[in-house]
């Protein structure tokens, strides 16, 4: 038998390094059946044989959950399986209740009293609740409901910002493949430094990477049966399109004789030699793709720098998916199914609550320090927006006390969060003003503005000053006119 490779993503947590991926069984239950939960989990012990014992799903991916705790419960073969899901609740304000209750109810599905890892979605950074939650999974983690904690779909700076309040994440599970290669550069370096694992999805493309898709004219319309291909099509089109992605595959194509594997097999190989990947996730659809001698081949041979450096070469001609990880769901051009968000949300709630006054809109963050002395956070006057001086004030929280770049990204997010409160956005700001408290730490903050207001260029200003409170290095204030 084949030995799987393995990776500690924390301490007891030993996994393998091919994850099977359940998000198919929504796919499979789209019309509104619900699959037997006893006879499809029968289905994941060959995978469990094999090695492959870990197994990925989420509160959304149609009965999953339910398949998965059946058959760790109920199968032999899965009495030592991974299993880790995911929590992806609607964007606005959370309570300790809530984190609870949803724990709770993966537990309940998973028929067990601790969920192994569980990852975390947020659909929106500049709502800062993102941020609660997060703790509130913490303090369950301590009480011992959770065994780990991740994050999905993070960008590099939102898991800086998580990380500098001290929340214990081991994990970032993002799209990562050949075609979307956002996950190199700063991202690995910033989980490779600070012990988190990155687990790659969509590293098939939901099964365009495959030979079946070699030399084949590209499909449209109702040639894509499920939602991974017409996702992933999207991918394919902003790395430049049909005919790009064609001579990638060829190139893997290329290796794979070379090495007696399958496109799909090289893919993920390379993959899997990237810096900061702790495991790949390949999905499958159970009892009906297993794909499971594929996966076990991952293992048994290694790429050539040769080999590695012409899959790269081929990679060159792509044009980058624009953004970091995870931007796909929070900024045009959307790469879902759908293409928006239609079928994830029905709205995002303001953060702030607006108050008349005078002719003027008013809202105020929460925080001690406006009622003490008399102000808001931001005011509205007809189509002008000022937004006062911001820290990285969270409630009783500082973040990222010795973290300039943590702390400009929070300010520049809880602006964000004040101007759509107004009916403004970030691009609407035409003047900003930063105060550093310590002058040896401009340029970390001045890169952060340059990357928030890049598209956007407002007049501004920086100087130095000595800003009132403990841990905070950085203050801004902005004005906007709405366009």
Same mark, same amino acid.
């Given at each position: 038998?084949?030995?799987? &490779?393995?990776?500690?993503?924390?301490?007891?947590?030993?996994?393998?390094?091919?994850?099977?991926?359940?998000?198919?069984?929504?796919?499979?239950? $789209?019309?509104?059946?619900?699959?037997?939960?006893?006879?499809?989990?029968?289905?994941?012990?060959?995978?469990?044989?094999?090695?492959?014992?870990?197994?990925?799903?989420?509160?959304?991916?149609?009965?999953?959950?339910?398949?998965?705790?059946?058959?760790?419960?109920?199968?032999?073969?899965?009495?030592?399986?991974?299993?880790?899901?995911?929590?992806?609740?609607?964007?606005?304000?959370?309570?300790?209740?809530?984190?609870?209750?949803?724990?709770?109810?993966?537990?309940?599905?998973?028929?067990?009293? $601790?969920?192994?890892?569980?990852?975390?979605?947020?659909?929106?950074?500049?709502?800062?609740?993102?941020?609660? /939650?997060?703790?509130?999974?913490?303090?369950?983690?301590?009480?011992?409901?959770?065994?780990?904690?991740?994050?999905?779909?993070?960008?590099?700076?939102?898991?800086?910002?998580?990380?500098?309040?001290?929340?214990?994440?081991?994990?970032?599970?993002?799209?990562?493949?050949?075609?979307?290669?956002?996950?190199?550069?700063?991202?690995?370096?910033?989980?490779?430094?600070?012990?988190?694992?990155?687990?790659?999805?969509?590293?098939?493309?939901?099964?365009?990477?495959?030979?079946?898709?070699?030399?084949? /004219?590209?499909?449209?319309?109702?040639?894509?049966?499920?939602?991974?291909?017409?996702?992933?099509?999207?991918?394919?089109?902003?790395?430049?399109?049909?005919?790009?992605?064609?001579?990638?595959?060829?190139?893997?194509?290329?290796?794979?004789?070379?090495?007696?594997?399958?496109?799909?097999?090289?893919?993920?190989?390379?993959?899997?030699?990237?810096?900061?990947?702790?495991?790949?996730?390949?999905?499958?659809?159970?009892?009906?793709?297993?794909?499971?001698?594929?996966?076990?081949?991952?293992?048994?041979?290694?790429?050539?720098?040769?080999?590695?450096?012409?899959?790269?070469?081929?990679?060159?001609?792509?044009?980058?998916?624009?953004?970091?990880?995870?931007? &796909?769901?929070?900024?045009?051009?959307?790469?879902?199914?759908?293409?928006?968000?239609?079928?994830?949300?029905?709205?995002?709630?303001?953060?702030? &609550?607006?108050?008349?006054?005078?002719?003027?809109?008013?809202?105020?963050?929460?925080?001690?320090?406006? /009622?003490?002395?008399?102000?808001?956070?931001?005011?509205?006057?007809?189509?002008?927006?000022?937004?006062?001086? /911001?820290?990285?004030?969270?409630?009783?929280?500082?973040?990222?006390?010795?973290?300039?770049?943590?702390?400009?990204?929070?300010?520049?997010?809880?602006?964000?969060?004040?101007? &759509?409160?107004?009916?403004? $956005?970030?691009?609407?700001?035409?003047?900003?003003?930063?105060?550093?408290?310590?002058?040896?730490?401009?340029?970390?903050?001045?890169?952060?503005?340059?990357?928030?207001?890049?598209?956007?260029?407002?007049?501004?200003?920086?100087?130095?000053?000595?800003?009132?409170?403990?841990?905070?290095?950085?203050?801004?204030?902005?004005?906007?006119?709405?366009?």
């Amino acid at each position: 038998m084949t030995q799987i &490779e393995r990776v500690d993503l924390a301490p007891g947590i030993n996994v393998a390094r091919a994850i099977t991926g359940l998000w198919q069984i929504a796919d499979m239950e $789209k019309d509104g059946s619900t699959l037997d939960p006893a006879s499809t989990a029968e289905f994941m012990a060959a995978y469990a044989d094999a090695g492959l014992d870990t197994f990925d799903m989420a509160d959304h991916y149609g009965s999953a959950e339910i398949i998965a705790g059946y058959f760790k419960k109920n199968v032999p073969a899965g009495k030592n399986a991974h299993l880790f899901t995911k929590w992806v609740p609607k964007p606005g304000p959370v309570t300790r209740e809530q984190v609870r209750a949803a724990v709770m109810d993966r537990c309940t599905r998973l028929q067990t009293q $601790k969920v192994e890892l569980l990852q975390y979605h947020a659909w929106k950074f500049s709502n800062p609740y993102w941020l609660d /939650t997060l703790v509130y999974l913490q303090e369950l983690q301590e009480e011992g409901l959770i065994g780990a904690i991740g994050v999905t779909n993070f960008d590099t700076a939102h898991l800086r910002i998580a990380k500098s309040i001290g929340v214990n994440i081991v994990s970032n599970q993002i799209s990562y493949s050949v075609i979307d290669r956002r996950g190199g550069g700063q991202m690995a370096d910033y989980c490779h430094n600070n012990g988190v694992k990155i687990l790659a999805y969509g590293t098939l493309l939901g099964g365009f990477i495959s030979q079946k898709w070699l030399g084949k /004219t590209e499909p449209t319309g109702q040639a894509l049966p499920n939602w991974s291909l017409m996702k992933y099509k999207r991918f394919i089109d902003v790395a430049g399109g049909w005919d790009r992605f064609q001579h990638v595959l060829a190139t893997l194509n290329e290796v794979g004789i070379e090495v007696g594997r399958s496109i799909s097999t090289v893919a993920s190989k390379y993959q899997l030699g990237q810096k900061a990947v702790g495991s790949v996730i390949i999905g499958a659809r159970l009892g009906e793709n297993a794909h499971i001698a594929d996966a076990v081949s991952l293992f048994t041979f290694d790429l050539s720098d040769a080999q590695r450096s012409k899959i790269t070469a081929a990679l060159s001609a792509l044009e980058d998916i624009p953004g970091d990880c995870g931007d &796909e769901y929070r900024k045009p051009p959307y790469l879902t199914a759908s293409g928006d968000l239609s079928h994830h949300l029905e709205d995002f709630p303001p953060v702030y &609550e607006v108050k008349q006054s005078g002719g003027k809109s008013m809202i105020d963050s929460g925080t001690t320090w406006e /009622t003490l002395a008399g102000y808001s956070r931001a005011i509205r006057i007809g189509d002008r927006v000022l937004v006062s001086g /911001t820290t990285a004030t969270h409630g009783l929280i500082v973040v990222g006390k010795n973290d300039p770049e943590a702390q400009t990204h929070f300010i520049v997010d809880k602006i964000e969060a004040s101007l &759509e409160s107004l009916g403004a $956005k970030l691009s609407d700001v035409v003047r900003s003003r930063i105060y550093v408290n310590d002058l040896k730490d401009w340029e970390p903050i001045a890169r952060v503005h340059g990357v928030r207001f890049a598209d956007i260029r407002p007049a501004n200003t920086m100087v130095e000053a000595k800003l009132i409170g403990d841990g905070y290095l950085v203050e801004i204030e902005v004005e906007a006119v709405i366009q």
